[in-house]
């Protein structure tokens, strides 16, 4: 994809968008903790074998005694995470391409990923649409595509929250445990926060490229509303851009 340079201020705003989502993500932690306090107290309250039983109460004990931190820590990575990648005499480092994608990976690490992996495709299906326009209206912006590790991409969401678990202490076999209603309220959380990041764009007239050029297309096809005649709605920059374009192309008709 080609993208044009784009200026300080554009800049800025991408940053402050993205300070926005995780912000709000994070003012929704405390309900994530909650979803999983809540499915664990339930969990023991149901009938099992003696060793299910003892897998949940060690499940629900565990999350007592590190719930307060993994929250913490989770926020800290993901404010963390907008901070922009080292730069290195090559240019920016992507840590997730180190070695051009040929270091080793622990079976720790490894595992983490694919959680993580099978966590961002549930979530992806949630909030495709609001994160793809999201998505290309930040590249807009910034005049590049989102760097894999960005703070943005489900993906990278979804594998900080595993990190942050298994960093404060919490077991891997819990998270297991927990998985479809944790993912079911980051996707919620997410869904809200990639909403409110397309109506801040919204709100400062953002438009990407391709959003544009569909928008104009759509106005030279001709009005779809209204009495003959009359102009389309317009709204905005782009509604006068399409009402200017009409304007033209019946001016050299003439």
């Not at 969990?43 to 005694?65: C, E, N, S, Y």
């Not at 793809?132 to 979804?158: F, K, M, N, V, Y």
């Not at 298994?166 to 993912?183: A, C, F, N, S, Y």
């Amino acid at each position: 994809m080609d993208f044009s340079p784009t200026s300080t201020a554009h800049r800025r705003l991408a940053h402050l968008a993205r300070q926005r989502f995780v912000e709000g993500l994070c003012a929704g932690l405390s309900a994530l903790d909650k979803t999983v306090h809540d499915f664990l107290t339930e969990l023991m309250g149901q009938t099992a074998t003696q060793r299910d039983m003892q897998l949940r109460r060690d499940a629900w004990m565990g999350h007592q005694a590190h719930r307060k931190t993994w929250v913490e820590h989770l926020g800290r990575a993901w404010r963390e995470s907008l901070a922009p990648p080292p730069v290195t005499g090559r240019g920016t480092l992507n840590a997730s391409k180190a070695f051009d994608g040929l270091e080793l990976l622990g079976d720790d690490v490894l595992e983490n990923k694919i959680i993580a992996s099978r966590m961002a495709l549930t979530l992806t299906e949630h909030v495709a649409a609001p994160f793809d326009a999201a998505r290309q209206r930040t590249q807009h912006l910034e005049g590049r595509e989102l760097a894999s590790t960005d703070i943005l991409r489900p993906e990278t969401l979804c594998l900080h929250l595993v990190e942050q678990w298994l960093e404060v202490g919490l077991q891997r076999d819990h998270l297991q445990m927990v998985i479809d209603p944790l993912q079911r309220e980051l996707a919620a959380l997410a869904l809200a926060q990639y909403q409110a990041l397309v109506k801040l764009y919204d709100e400062q007239g953002v438009v990407a490229q391709d959003d544009l050029r569909a928008r104009v297309r759509r106005a030279a096809a001709g009005p779809n509303t209204g009495s003959p005649g009359e102009p389309p709605p317009a709204s905005g920059p782009v509604g006068l851009a399409s009402q200017a374009l009409q304007q033209s192309r019946a001016a050299l008709g003439r």
